[in-house]
């Protein structure tokens, strides 16, 4: 795999990246959808393969265009309480990404680290607080912003060209809000995961974070970095 020379930042996301926890989120939405056992694969389809969007567009467009039912806002914030109840008590005992605190520890002080997440804002500085996560990041994102609103808040904010920056995510939506911005991307792929959702042609994979880490090193150690 190939790093731009000047790195400054790495954007990553969380769910499948920082945490293994896609596999409780996916649970959690066949939960939230056991009285359509007819709909659940399609809905937990949809939830696949678009990582990283907020659990407020996924239930909307579940609703519109997969039960094909109305859905009042009241509803909706009912529904995301509920998906919350199923999935943070698990969520804040899953493992981290095989490397993640090793590849904090050693570069959260040489480059700017930030995470940009579909999980709603509270929520994942709740999440990262309990993980002791937090603290290595200039800055925590998630919903509402979407991933291309968060990426380019951080270009702005942060004075960074796409050039210097690489994201690091799980799911197409990941790679086509780097794309929109002209930022590298990296896809991480779960060993031993028999059902990947399919990436774009040409997108460079790691196993884990453990895997950046080596890259990193064998790049970046003894470099100047932004």
């Known amino acids: 795999m190939t790093v731009r020379a000047g790195l400054g930042a790495i954007i990553f996301d969380c769910d499948g990246v920082l945490l293994e926890s896609v596999d409780v989120k996916t649970q959690a939405y066949r939960l939230l959808f056991t009285d359509y056992p007819e709909h659940v694969d399609a809905v ?11 659990r407020y567009d996924k239930i909307r467009y579940v609703y519109r265009n997969i ?11 009912v529904l995301c309480a ?22 904090l520890e050693a570069y959260h002080a040489r480059l700017r680290l930030f995470v940009a997440s579909g999980t709603p804002q509270q929520e994942l500085e ?4 309990h993980k002791g996560l937090r ?31 690489i994201a690091v995510g799980d ?6 809000a780097a794309e929109a911005w002209g930022v590298q991307f990296i896809a ?15 997108v460079e994979e790691i196993g884990d974070i453990a895997d950046l880490l080596g890259i990193m090193k064998g790049r970046l150690e003894g470099g100047t970095m932004i």
Do not use: Q, T
């Open 188 to 202: 991480r792929r779960k060993p031993g995961d028999e059902a990947p959702v399919p990436m774009p042609a040409g």
């Open 135 to 165: 603290r290595y990041f200039r800055a925590v994102f998630g919903s509402p912003l979407s991933k291309v609103e968060i990426m380019g808040r951080i270009l702005s904010e942060w004075r960074l060209a796409p050039s210097e920056v």
């Open 171 to 176: 799911a197409p939506g990941d790679c086509e």
């Open 82 to 103: 509920r998906f919350a109840s199923l999935s943070l008590d698990e969520v804040l005992n899953v493992p981290l990404v095989n490397g993640v605190r090793e590849f």
């Open 44 to 54: 937990v389809g949809y939830h696949l393969a678009n990582g990283g969007v907020s």
């Open 126 to 129: 709740a999440v990262l607080d």
């Open 67 to 77: 039960l094909r039912k109305p859905l009042a806002e009241s509803e909706l914030a």
